[in-house]
């Protein structure tokens, strides 16, 4: 079996705050997308943000990779960096997903969003995830 490889960013802002994207199946998910042929995770993830978010960013490390069922028989590899973003342009939604929001640890947990990016995400904040 072939999966797609997905290419995601933790992302936070001065306040430690986690940026997330709301997708069509009313999840929340981190900015990022589909490696194309050719392109390094680093490439991808720095193009995708920018075509997401409308802001450059710095990949750092590694954080995980996971295997995400998306749909019953329809998986994905994801594979999760932590991003750094310099603050000074304003992110903007693209119309790939229906909105954007920066949550705080307390809020993320209550949200609709994948246990694996629940895991990179609380790796940075260094704390595990607890769902409420």
């Not at 050719?38 to 943000?49: A, D, M, S």
């Not at 990179?120 to 995830?129: C, L, N, T």
Request: glycine share 10%.
């Amino acid at each position: 079996m072939v999966w797609p490889v997905s290419v995601k960013g933790v992302l936070t802002d001065r306040q430690k705050r986690v940026c997330l994207l709301q997708n069509e199946r009313d999840e929340w998910e981190l900015p990022g997308g589909r490696l194309e042929r050719g392109e390094t995770p680093e490439k991808c993830l720095k193009r995708e943000i920018r075509e997401e978010l409308g802001i450059p960013v710095d990949v750092e490390r590694l954080l995980d990779v996971w295997v995400y069922e998306v749909q019953p028989g329809a998986e994905v590899l994801i594979v999760t960096y932590r991003c750094h973003w310099d603050g000074k342009d304003i992110p903007r939604i693209s119309d790939e997903h229906t909105a954007m929001g920066w949550f705080d640890r307390g809020e993320i947990s209550g949200l609709r969003i994948p246990e694996g990016y629940l895991r990179a995400i609380f790796s940075v904040q260094g704390v595990s995830p607890k769902r409420s």
